[in-house]
């Protein structure tokens, strides 16, 4: 049986990548090596949009043939992206979820919020009747594609639901502190007024008694 020309077998490599190095693409060394052989350095181009376990094929760069003639396998390099702390991505589209504080949404004219993209910061403007949740497209912030870029949408929400509930409570507590305080000084003005009231009177009664004695200590006639 003639075994000329049968390939050597593929070799296979796990590369690690940042997960902004996945959205715009990279490039990166590594080592590898067959049995028997050195290890060897070699460039991976990592293309524009590459996703989470895509594969690239370096063509000859696996073991060596068994038989003589045989071209070298290929090496077969399978890509693990890893996970950003604040940003999601489904195929094109990059996500995230931001949450505004209870308190932070006051009645006006809308205000600018700040949204980490895959491009860095920017800032996006929401309208003033934002509800408790609000869902925001930005276009042209996605994973790039041939077909050119995609979206990045926003989860926008007003609190969390214990944040809510603290909130909440404390405009109660705050209402009832205030009902109290309001309660104390009108009760306080009501016995100003009544002492003021009632000293003011014995001092009118005390005057006319000392108006109604003579010098002498005797009691003038009415």
């Known amino acids: 049986m003639h075994m000329s020309g049968i390939p050597g077998s593929d070799l296979h490599y796990n590369l690690q990548?940042?997960?902004l190095e996945a959205v715009f693409g990279c490039k990166r060394t590594i080592l590898v090596a067959a049995p028997g052989e050195e290890k060897r350095?070699?460039?991976?181009?990592?293309?524009?949009?590459?996703?989470?376990?895509?594969?690239?094929?370096?063509?000859?760069?696996?073991?060596?043939?068994?038989?003589?003639?045989?071209?070298?396998?290929?090496l077969i390099v399978r890509l693990k992206v890893k996970g950003h702390p604040k940003l999601q991505r489904i195929g094109s589209t990059i996500s995230s979820?931001?949450?505004?504080?209870?308190?932070?949404?006051?009645?006006?004219?809308g205000f600018l919020l700040t949204v980490l993209t895959v491009d860095g910061p920017i800032q996006v403007k929401l309208p003033c009747n934002l509800d408790d949740d609000m869902n925001i497209v930005i276009e042209n912030k996605g994973v790039p594609t041939p077909d050119g870029r995609g979206i990045h949408h926003v989860h926008v929400r007003r609190g969390r639901p214990l944040e809510r509930l603290l909130f909440q409570t404390a405009e109660?507590?705050?209402?009832?502190?205030?009902v109290c305080l309001i309660t104390v000084a009108c009760n306080r003005v009501r016995r100003k007024t009544g002492?003021?009231?009632k000293f003011g009177g014995q001092k009118s009664n005390q005057a006319q008694l000392e108006a109604n004695v003579a010098p002498n200590g005797s009691a003038q006639g009415i």
């Open 97 to 109: 979820c931001i949450n505004i504080p209870w308190a932070y949404l006051p009645a006006r004219q």
């Open 17 to 19: 990548l940042e997960f």
């Open 172 to 178: 109660v507590a705050l209402t009832a502190a205030a």
């Open 41 to 74: 350095k070699l460039n991976v181009f990592v293309p524009v949009g590459a996703d989470d376990g895509d594969k690239i094929t370096l063509e000859g760069e696996g073991q060596p043939s068994e038989f003589q003639g045989g071209r070298r396998g290929n």
């Open 195 to 197: 002492d003021e009231q």
